[in-house]
């Protein structure tokens, strides 16, 4: 077992890069993705262990809330969490800090990955998004130092009472967005999409893909399409895509990335 272990959910790669990046710093460290479940639960051995996940819908991405009852985490381990978010930090980290009782924790805001809902420019407060990702790297180095001389947050995660009913909501509306996925002429078959979705959602029939309602919006689909061939609504063709530039499709369909 790794010294350190960080839970990662990633959608379109902030927190997988910002992890990575702690993981540098620490040296030793399992990166263990929550896109679905995660292969590994008993982290017993860790002396450090962090969450890194984005605020989608106001709270926690995908099932990360259900994996989080599965993890198992020394009493003496020192713990820490970021949430990153376009423009709020939502109840995420409270939910995790009610579990685990974190040590440590910051927000971060960073490009908004939702595309049928902003155009991922728009943060808040607004900053260009090199200014963004360059903001992710210090800090990312100033939390290394925090983790490594062992600080303690003075207050715990906010409960952001609205961001939970928000949260709440949340999935029957990514459902009901699901319906709304097309793909276009552009589509090379590639089956990246399929690979790439941690529900199982997309299926080929005839050589392209075709999109179910079990869907936890994590975009990674369509902001990672190598053709931009996935649609969901007019907004997002006329759109700009993103993904962290850091990340790669097949890094996000890893389940545990080991960083020496
Ligand atoms: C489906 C979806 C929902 C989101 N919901 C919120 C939200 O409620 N509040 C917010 O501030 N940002 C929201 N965001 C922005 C993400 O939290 C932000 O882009 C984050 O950096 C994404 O991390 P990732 O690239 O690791 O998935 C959302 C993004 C997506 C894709």
Not at 52 to 57: D, E, H, K, M, S
């Given at each position: 077992?790794?010294?350190?272990?960080?839970?990662?959910?990633?959608?379109?790669?902030?927190?997988?890069?910002?992890?990575?990046?702690?993981?540098?710093?620490?040296?030793?460290?399992?990166?263990?993705?929550?896109?679905?479940?995660?292969?590994?639960?008993?982290?017993?051995?860790?002396?450090?262990?962090?969450?890194?996940?984005?605020?989608?819908?106001?709270g926690l991405?995908?099932?990360?809330?259900?994996?989080?009852?599965?993890?198992?985490?020394?009493?003496?381990?020192?713990?820490?969490?970021?949430?990153?978010?376009?423009?709020?930090?939502?109840?995420?980290?409270?939910?995790?800090?009610?579990?685990?009782?974190?040590?440590?924790?910051?927000?971060?805001?960073?490009?908004?990955?939702?595309?049928?809902?902003?155009?991922?420019?728009?943060?808040?407060?607004?900053?260009?998004?090199?200014?963004?990702?360059?903001?992710?790297?210090?800090?990312?180095?100033?939390?290394?130092?925090?983790?490594?001389?062992?600080?303690?947050?003075?207050?715990?995660?906010?409960?952001?009472?609205?961001?939970?009913?928000?949260?709440?909501?949340?999935?029957?509306?990514?459902?009901?967005?699901?319906?709304?996925f097309a793909?276009?002429?552009?589509?090379?078959?590639?089956?990246?999409?399929?690979?790439?979705?941690?529900?199982?959602?997309?299926?080929?029939?005839?050589?392209?893909?075709?999109?179910?309602?079990?869907?936890?919006?994590?975009?990674?689909?369509?902001?990672?399409?190598?053709?931009?061939?996935?649609?969901?609504?007019?907004?997002?063709?006329?759109?700009?895509?993103?993904?962290?530039?850091?990340?790669?499709?097949?890094?996000?369909?890893?389940?545990?990335?080991?960083?020496?």
């Amino acid at each position: 077992m790794s010294k350190n272990v960080i839970f990662c959910y990633s959608g379109s790669g902030n927190c997988l890069d910002f992890a990575k990046n702690i993981a540098k710093g620490l040296g030793d460290t399992d990166i263990i993705m929550m896109r679905k479940a995660p292969v590994k639960t008993d982290v017993r051995d860790a002396e450090r262990v962090g969450f890194i996940v984005p605020c989608y819908g106001g709270g926690l991405p995908g099932d990360v809330e259900s994996f989080l009852g599965s993890i198992r985490i020394s009493p003496d381990a020192y713990t820490f969490a970021v949430g990153q978010y376009a423009g709020y930090l939502g109840c995420g980290l409270h939910k995790i800090d009610k579990q685990f009782k974190l040590d440590l924790w910051t927000g971060l805001s960073h490009q908004c990955s939702c595309i049928w809902l902003f155009p991922h420019q728009l943060m808040l407060p607004p900053v260009t998004p090199k200014m963004a990702q360059k903001r992710s790297e210090r800090m990312a180095k100033r939390l290394v130092k925090s983790i490594l001389a062992g600080e303690k947050s003075k207050k715990a995660p906010p409960k952001m009472g609205l961001n939970a009913l928000e949260s709440k909501v949340w999935p029957k509306l990514a459902v009901g967005k699901a319906k709304k996925f097309a793909v276009t002429d552009a589509c090379i078959g590639c089956h990246q999409c399929e690979k790439l979705c941690p529900k199982g959602n997309i299926r080929f029939v005839d050589g392209k893909p075709t999109f179910g309602t079990n869907c936890i919006q994590c975009l990674s689909c369509l902001q990672y399409c190598p053709k931009e061939a996935i649609t969901l609504t007019e907004k997002s063709v006329k759109r700009e895509h993103y993904h962290n530039p850091n990340v790669s499709a097949a890094e996000l369909m890893e389940s545990i990335i080991h960083i020496y």
